[in-house]
């Protein structure tokens, strides 16, 4: 069977009385070359100081040759923070919610792969006629064994929007992680955990905020032979 690790992205796109634009938390681990497309699903849910995530993501790897996969993913995301009380109030939300939907290029150098992934919407989006939101990411992973895998990334994120008053967000993130186990489930499906740890400097309505979480996925995903 061939394999592939899995990916795990969080990302948002508030919709209607979902509440505003949730930003992404950590990039997850990278997929590996598996030969044939693929589909794969995630959960993760962490947090830190002041802040807690629940995320799932379901996307599809296309390769296009040895060296080169896209992947097209949709990441649904709810994030808690207290140190967000102003924006909450607005909405009257415990939790803000949304999704992203995500377009990656991948990139296999020997056991080092290189993903960017983008994405972006103008004027007439989901956070109004004026509104917009954008993310960038590059993420390097190392693939160890079979099993295990290392990554590190960088992404930048930006809205603006209407959510009950205009309001504004721009969030830089560093995050760094681990596949540490993964097990076959049988049918083509595999089972993987992985851990992240993630820094994070937000500036939502003029405040900024930096912080620290920690995110556990469960990831599987099935590749055609």
Request: glycine letters at 18%.
């Amino acid at each position: 069977m061939n394999r592939r690790w899995p990916l795990a992205f969080p990302v948002v796109l508030a919709l209607g009385a979902a509440g505003c634009i949730s930003m992404a938390q950590g990039v997850g681990p990278i997929p590996a070359p598996g030969g044939g497309e693929g589909i794969h699903a995630a959960l993760a849910a962490g947090g830190g100081p002041g802040r807690g995530t629940v995320q799932t993501a379901i996307g599809a790897v296309l390769p296009a040759a040895d060296w080169f996969a896209a992947d097209v993913t949709i990441l649904v995301n709810g994030v808690y923070q207290s140190d967000n009380g102003g924006l909450r109030d607005k909405q009257d939300l415990t939790v803000n919610w949304g999704l992203w939907p995500l377009l990656s290029g991948i990139f296999y150098i020997g056991p080092v792969d290189l993903r960017i992934s983008l994405f972006g919407i103008g004027g007439g989006g989901p956070e109004g006629p004026g509104g917009y939101m954008g993310h960038a990411s590059g993420t390097l992973g190392l693939r160890i064994d079979e099993v295990h895998a290392l990554w590190a990334g960088f992404s930048t994120q930006a809205v603006f929007g209407c959510c009950d008053g205009e309001y504004d967000a721009v969030s830089y993130q560093v995050p760094v992680g681990l596949v540490f186990e993964r097990v076959a489930l049988g049918g083509g499906w595999d089972l993987a955990f992985a851990v992240e740890a993630l820094w994070s400097r937000e500036t939502i309505d003029g405040q900024t905020v930096d912080g620290i979480s920690l995110l556990l996925h469960v990831l599987t995903d099935w590749v055609e032979d």
